[in-house]
């Protein structure tokens, strides 16, 4: 389930398709391959110039330019997905931003808040899947110390049983609205906007 930051190369004047962290989106620009680079899903997607795109995990569909900071995918036979903008990376999340994102903790139902250090005590949980078979779940434990504790469990309806479970421990950092979970010496980010924390993250590989 662990992937590191990709290793990107190139500038955008040897590549048109590269995209820098404040340039406006386009059609044209937002062709590439988006790496996952979160701590608890693992994914590479291929955007097409032709609108389709093509993912490691057999995801094909299409997409388009939402707006100047946002791209909008579509999988066959799911619920589209919004990959909005932040810096160098992308959050992704559904078209009401429910899904792959922390809104509340689970002791008071407060916003995810960090102190002027970059600490939190809050614990976290989201779940998500399709009406059928599997559910997936992402849990994060955030500590007063700087320490964190994190698990992802996916539990399938055909076996009443969890066929996959990951557990994560390492120290974080908070800074400009990132998160940075380190696990086994590498960093992963989540990305904090608009009082919600947001964990499905890509980074494009520029060529």
């Known amino acids: 389930m662990l992937l590191g930051l990709c290793s990107c190369g190139g500038t955008d004047a040897e590549n048109p398709n ?108 989201a779940g998500e899947g399709d009406q059928y078979n599997y559910t997936e779940f992402f849990n994060l434990s955030l500590k007063a110390d700087g320490t964190y504790t994190a698990e992802y469990k996916y539990f399938s309806k055909l076996t009443f049983s969890y066929e996959t479970e990951e557990n994560y421990e390492g120290n974080y950092t908070f800074e400009n609205d990132i998160l940075w979970l380190t696990f086994k010496e590498t960093q992963y980010p989540m990305i904090l906007d608009d009082g919600k924390l947001y964990f499905d993250i890509y980074e494009k590989v520029e060529e």
């Open 18 to 125: 590269n995209t820098s962290k404040n340039e406006r989106l386009t059609e044209e620009n937002i062709v590439g391959t988006y790496k996952s680079v979160g701590l608890f899903i693992r994914d590479e997607y291929q955007l097409n110039e032709n609108t389709t795109f093509d993912s490691t995990k057999g995801n094909k569909g299409t997409y388009r330019l939402e707006d100047k900071n946002s791209i909008y995918v579509k999988a066959k036979n799911d619920a589209a997905d919004i990959w909005t903008r932040k810096g160098k990376f992308y959050y992704v999340t559904d078209e009401n931003h429910l899904t792959k994102v922390y809104n509340k903790d689970k002791e008071y139902e407060l916003q995810p808040t960090f102190d002027k250090n970059g600490r939190s005590n809050q614990s976290f949980e």
